[in-house]
C-alpha cells in the first residue's frame, strides 16, 4: 500500500494563480481532510470529507475549495493564490469520523506564493 | 473550544536517555482521542501512538509509550533509550467526536523540536 500519496512536493505560484493540490490514499478511508502547518504552529484543518460527495469546512476554508467524486480522491483547489496560502499542506485520512480513528498523513506539499 | 497545549519549545537530550515531552488538552467532552504525531526534518507527519478518554491502561508502542492522567488533563509521551534517529518535531493532537461548525478532524499543539545529542 502507498498510503496517503500528494502531488507537488513543491510549488512556487504569483499571486492570483490558481492550482490545484492532489491527494490520493489506497487504504479505503471514508475521511479524509486537509491542514496547512504554518511555522511555530500546529496543523489547522482546511476542509474535510466523510465519503464520496460528501464535503465540509474545517477551521481555516477561506480561498479553498474541494471536491470528492471517489472514495479515494480529494484535491485542493487554491481559486487565487495569495501570499497569505504560503504554507505546507497536509492531507490526511482515516477509516471514520471516530474520536478513535487515526489519521494518517501524506508527506506534504511546500507552497509558496508570489 | 478544545485545546493542546505543549509548553516546552525546544528540548536537548543526551542519547540513550529517557525523554517526557509534555502534552496538556482542554476539552469538556467525555469521548476523545489523544494521538502524537513525529515530524522529522524531512516534513512528514508520522503517527507514533494513540489514547482513548476510556481507556485504563497506558498505552505502548515499541519505545513510546502514553502516560495519561486523566484528572490533570495530561498525555505525555515518554521515549526511552533515545536515539539519534528521535531528533524531531513532536506533535500533540487530540479528536472529538464530530460537533458541527467545523470542529472536526484533529487540534494539534504548537510541537516541541526535541534533539538528540550524541
Known amino acids: 500500500n502507498a498510503g496517503v500519496t500528494q502531488t507537488p512536493k513543491f510549488q512556487v505560484l504569483k499571486t492570483g494563480q490558481s492550482m490545484t493540490l492532489q491527494c490520493a490514499q489506497d487504504?479505503?478511508?471514508?475521511?479524509m481532510s486537509w491542514y496547512r502547518q504554518d511555522p511555530g504552529m500546529g496543523l489547522r484543518l482546511i476542509h474535510y470529507s466523510v465519503g464520496a460527495g460528501i464535503t465540509d469546512q474545517g477551521e481555516v476554508p477561506n480561498g479553498y475549495n474541494v471536491s470528492r467524486s471517489t472514495t479515494e480522491d480529494f484535491p485542493l483547489r487554491l481559486l487565487s493564490a495569495a501570499p497569505s496560502q504560503t504554507s505546507v499542506y497536509f492531507c490526511?485520512?482515516?477509516?471514520?469520523?471516530?474520536?478513535?480513528?487515526?489519521?494518517?498523513f501524506g508527506p506534504g506539499t511546500r507552497l509558496t506564493v508570489l | 473550544a478544545q485545546k493542546i497545549t505543549q509548553t516546552q519549545p525546544g528540548m536537548f537530550v543526551q542519547e540513550k536517555e529517557a525523554v517526557t515531552l509534555d502534552c496538556t488538552y482542554d476539552t469538556s467532552d467525555p469521548s476523545y482521542g489523544l494521538f502524537w504525531y513525529k515530524q522529522p526534518s524531512s516534513g512528514e507527519m508520522i503517527f507514533l501512538i494513540y489514547q482513548g478518554s476510556y481507556d485504563q491502561q497506558n498505552a505502548t508502542e515499541g519505545r513510546y509509550s502514553l502516560n495519561f492522567q486523566k484528572a490533570r488533563k495530561s498525555a505525555n509521551l515518554v521515549i526511552s533509550a533515545s536515539q539519534l534517529g528521535d531528533s524531531a518535531m513532536y506533535f500533540c493532537a487530540m479528536r472529538l467526536a464530530y460537533s458541527g461548525g467545523g470542529a472536526d478532524g484533529l487540534t494539534f499543539g504548537k510541537g516541541t523540536h526535541l534533539i538528540i545529542q550524541p
Open positions: 490526511a485520512s482515516s477509516y471514520g469520523r471516530g474520536w478513535g480513528d487515526t489519521q494518517y
Open positions: 487504504m479505503n478511508h471514508e475521511y
